[in-house]
């Protein structure tokens, strides 16, 4: 157990459709990361908040937003959804905003039909 | 072409065995190393890391990096049926104020007694 928890587990919508995922990171991180594994693309970046700011931005799509709260739990909004936004949405946190190891937590298995 | 090449594999080997598992990367801004282990359905777990070129042993882990050529591999000694998972190898770039991983494809290993 990494210490990062993830909910829901598993989420079935339909197309067009809109979707919160959450994460709770370990204990005393500040960084909270978002990544998609799908399987032509692999595991990619989604997007970096450090300390309720953002701090990078990957292969987000306009469609997709995340937020990190003051409690420092982050939420990834993904909206208008398609059948190829199906995929494992992972979330990971780590102590600082760079080179600390990132913790990743269990997943939310996203399928659109 | 992807900035970390790996071989999707998979790859499968006797209990015992030696398993080599690489990655290549075409971006000389990476300056950190990572190996992830991914259990099916799980999130990755850390097993290796490392900063520039090198070895690094833990266990019957062993991580190379060389810069020169873009080469990152990990050495699995007496491998068990309990390695079977993918193995994702990920890099970070050195001197940014943010944590994006990038990853391989991953290799799925399989171990069987």
């Known amino acids: 157990d990494s210490g990062v928890t993830q909910t829901p587990k598993h989420l079935i919508t339909a197309t067009g459709q809109r979707v919160t995922l959450r994460c709770s990171p370990r204990?005393?991180?500040?960084?909270v990361y978002w990544y998609q594994q799908s399987l032509d693309q692999g595991l990619q970046f989604l997007i970096q908040?450090?300390?309720?700011?953002?701090?990078a931005k990957g292969n987000i799509l306009e469609r997709f937003s995340a937020q990190q709260f003051p409690d420092l739990h982050s939420e990834l909004n993904l909206s208008s959804l398609e059948l190829g936004d199906s995929a494992l949405y992972f979330c990971?946190?780590?102590?600082?905003?760079?080179?600390?190891?990132?913790?990743f937590g269990p997943g939310t298995r996203l399928t659109v039909l | 072409q992807k900035e970390v090449e790996q071989d999707p594999g998979p790859l499968s080997v006797p209990e015992g065995a030696i398993v080599s598992l690489n990655c290549t990367y075409s971006?000389?801004?990476?300056?950190?190393f990572m190996w992830y282990r991914q259990y099916s359905r799980k999130g990755p777990e850390l097993l290796m890391y490392?900063?520039?070129?090198g070895n690094k042993e833990d266990g019957r882990f062993t991580a190379q990096v060389d810069k020169s050529s873009k080469y990152i591999s990990l050495f699995i000694r007496d491998s068990q049926p309990s390695d079977s998972a993918t193995y994702l190898c990920?890099?970070?770039?050195?001197?940014?104020?943010?944590?994006?991983?990038?990853f391989g494809q991953g290799t799925i290993l399989t171990v069987h007694p």
């Open positions: 908040y450090y300390n309720g700011e953002e701090r």
């Open positions: 204990s005393g991180d500040l960084s």
């Open positions: 990971a946190s780590s102590v600082g905003r760079r080179t600390d190891t990132q913790y």
């Open positions: 971006n000389s801004a990476f300056q950190y």
């Open positions: 990920a890099t970070l770039e050195g001197g940014t104020s943010y944590g994006k991983l990038t």
């Open positions: 490392t900063y520039s070129s």
